[in-house]
């Protein structure tokens, strides 16, 4: 004879809440509007702000197309009148001068922010270079080029050196300040824990503080990047302008697309307004094409730190 074992009736599963809605019913109806009205204000403030933005490249894409092909890439820079579309000079320039910018201003920066995050801290020198550097920070850019004007190309004549080096002024005190702040951000018991273990100081900036701060301290340096990439002022004065090529960094007048955007600008002839679409386009290209490469050289070394 056997004995039936009596079952036990499944359990009812479990409701589940969305957070949203258990907030969402503690709030009274007053609470409600408001957070509604507030989020409404923060869309709408993101659209005012992107909307400039995406006309800027919408019309930039639209009319500098029309320039692009193989000729804009390789051909010298054609007279005022001409149609040619030639951009090549105007390009091996910028990438020649943001280029050699970005290995004077970034790595001094770096070590500046470093020195003011963690040695200089509150002492007399920190507060002397943040000081400089704030004020760096708002001088012109037209300043600049004249300053590097008087030290150099009345020296040594114009060049992408001189270019290179008014630009690198203009980067310095961005790469100083953002690299602070992020170096700042990292928490003070990654520090503690790394000198527990007794690592030196140096060592624990060099593979616990700098790693942890590697993605700001890119951020900040393609900041300057992109605006040093772009400023034409500085420039006029040191870098003259030519229509070939010329890899020379030290040698000889250079050209850049931002001048080639402003002296097309300024020209009467349909040609020149071409080309300068066309340089204004090849420019953000070029930024965004650092950007990324710098956010993929990043994310890797980030992964690779974490393995």
């Known amino acids: 004879m056997s004995v ?17 809605d258990l907030v969402g019913a503690r709030l009274s109806a007053p609470r409600r509007y408001k957070n509604r009205v507030a989020t409404a204000c923060v869309w709408a403030s993101v659209i005012l702000a992107l909307a400039p933005l995406a006309l800027v490249i919408v019309l930039v894409v639209k009319n500098g197309l029309d320039a692009m092909g193989v000729e804009f890439f390789t051909g010298n820079i054609p007279s005022t009148r001409s149609a040619a579309t030639g951009m090549g000079p105007a390009i091996v320039g910028t990438l020649i001068v943001t280029a050699a910018a970005t290995v ?55 060049s992408a050196f001189a270019g290179a080096l008014a630009l690198a002024c203009l980067m310095l005190p961005v790469v100083i300040r953002s690299g602070e702040e992020m170096l700042r951000l990292v928490p003070d018991d990654l520090r503690n824990a790394s000198l527990a273990l007794g690592t030196r100081k140096s060592r624990m900036i060099r593979t616990v503080v700098v790693p942890s701060a590697l993605p700001g301290l890119t951020s900040g340096s393609l900041l300057a990047v992109a605006r040093a990439a772009g400023e034409t002022a500085p420039l006029l004065f040191t870098i003259g302008a030519i229509q070939t090529f010329n890899p020379n960094l ?28 066309g340089a204004a386009l090849a420019l953000i290209a070029i930024v965004l094409v650092f950007t990324f490469a710098a956010r993929l050289v990043t994310a890797r070394l980030s992964t690779d730190r974490h393995r």
């Open 4 to 20: 039936e074992t009596p079952t036990r009736p499944a359990a009812a599963p479990l409701p589940t809440y969305d957070a949203t």
């Open 104 to 158: 004077m201003a970034v790595p001094l920066g770096v070590l500046a922010a470093i020195y003011l995050s963690e040695y200089g801290r509150d002492g007399k020198v920190a507060a002397t270079v943040r000081f400089l550097a704030g004020v760096m920070t708002g001088v012109p850019s037209i300043v600049m080029g004249l300053f590097v004007y008087t030290i150099w190309v009345l020296n040594f004549g114009q």
């Open 250 to 277: 030290f040698a000889g007048t250079n050209t850049v697309l931002p001048i080639q955007i402003y002296n097309g600008a300024l020209s009467p002839f349909e040609g020149a307004h071409t080309r300068a679409w």
